[in-house]
């Protein structure tokens, strides 16, 4: 048993696929990888988040810390997020976001000078890089007539009044979701197991039409489907079943037991993934496989470096610098 191979071979095949959301089939693997990788899609992979934030004038509504809470929720386009420096790592600045490694600068200044109410919005941002900025101001372009829909307005920051004002510089950094919510770039990330749905067709053909009918809506999802031609029950979507049992009581209730035989296969999952906008949904997929593999990569360099103390006791702690 001790050259027994555990090794699988995860397979993913693409369901559909779009900027902000993506749905897969991760099969070939158990639930450990499946879970490891939702949790690093939502916790560990990197994002640009505003940080830091220096009001130079806030005459509005809302107070400093509140107005700094509200910016650090906005998401911004973060698609250098995996190639930049943590700020605690960067040893070319002193984090004052003056950096290029690290940091990207932003500034806000707006004014109210009519009786009519301003909304300040992520649009009034001004950042010193092009490719970071909020994710509903990128490609956006400037309507000349003055007038934008409510949609295309902006995340609002704050209202001002006549003669109030805003003035503040803003850092963003790079972080991870484990450290605050903001920088995580899942809006959602869910699997769930594909599930098996065997029909026993011998007891199926002993119920009634009505019967059928009558057990076909017990499921409170659209599961089956009567067909109204031959009159069968046939399964037409198996991934609308939500484990609920209801179609199992049912038929127990009805007195046929075994009518139905449902199972999760415990090597396929369906994944769906929903990105805030920073990175697009496969980009996070993509960047969450590389982190795994980082971290496996770790786990086995601790592993071997565990066989060498074992074969080499304290000479090979010393050879590592650990001393005698």
């Known amino acids: 048993m001790e050259n027994v191979s555990y090794q699988r071979f995860p397979t993913v095949r693409i369901r559909d696929m779009k900027d902000d959301v993506m749905k897969f089939e991760l099969r070939d693997t158990d639930a450990s990888v499946a879970n490891a990788l939702r949790r690093i899609m939502i916790a560990e992979v990197p994002t640009l988040a505003i940080d830091l934030v220096?009001?130079?004038?806030?005459?509005?509504?809302?107070?400093?810390?509140?107005?700094?809470?509200?910016?650090?929720?906005i998401p911004l386009i973060s698609d250098r997020a995996m190639e930049m420096r943590l700020s605690r790592d960067c040893d070319a600045c002193d984090g004052d976001g003056r950096c290029d490694f690290c940091s990207i600068e932003f500034h806000l200044n707006v004014k109210c000078t009519s009786e009519q109410t301003l909304d300040v919005t992520s649009h009034d941002l001004q950042s010193s890089d092009p490719d970071v900025v909020p994710v509903d101001s990128a490609g956006r372009q400037a309507d000349v007539s003055g007038f934008d829909p409510p949609e295309h307005r902006g995340i609002l920051i704050v209202k001002l009044r006549k003669g109030q004002e805003?003035?503040?510089?803003?850092?963003?950094?790079?972080?991870?979701?484990?450290?605050?919510?903001?920088?995580?770039?899942?809006?959602?990330?869910?699997?769930?197991?594909?599930?098996?749905?065997?029909?026993?067709?011998?007891?199926?053909?002993?119920?009634?039409?009505?019967?059928?009918?009558?057990?076909?809506?017990?499921?409170?999802?659209?599961?089956?489907e009567l067909d109204p031609i031959s009159q069968q029950v046939v399964v037409v979507d198996p991934e609308a079943y939500t484990y609920d049992e209801e179609v199992i009581k049912k038929a127990e209730a009805m007195g046929k037991p075994g009518l139905v035989e449902i199972y999760s296969k415990e090597d396929s999952f369906i994944f769906t993934v929903e990105s805030t906008g920073a990175i697009k949904a496969s980009q996070m997929f993509i960047n969450a496989i590389e982190i795994l593999k980082s971290k496996l990569d770790a786990v086995r360099l601790a592993f071997d470096t565990e066989e060498a103390d074992d074969q080499f006791g304290e000479l090979g702690a010393h050879m590592r610098g650990g001393g005698m």
């Open 54 to 73: 220096e009001i130079e004038t806030n005459s509005s509504v809302l107070n400093d810390e509140f107005l700094a809470h509200r910016l650090g929720l």
């Open 166 to 224: 805003l003035k503040l510089r803003a850092i963003a950094r790079k972080g991870i979701g484990k450290d605050h919510a903001k920088w995580s770039p899942a809006a959602t990330v869910t699997f769930q197991y594909e599930p098996d749905i065997h029909i026993n067709e011998t007891l199926m053909e002993s119920l009634s039409l009505d019967e059928k009918r009558e057990w076909v809506e017990s499921s409170p999802t659209k599961v089956f």
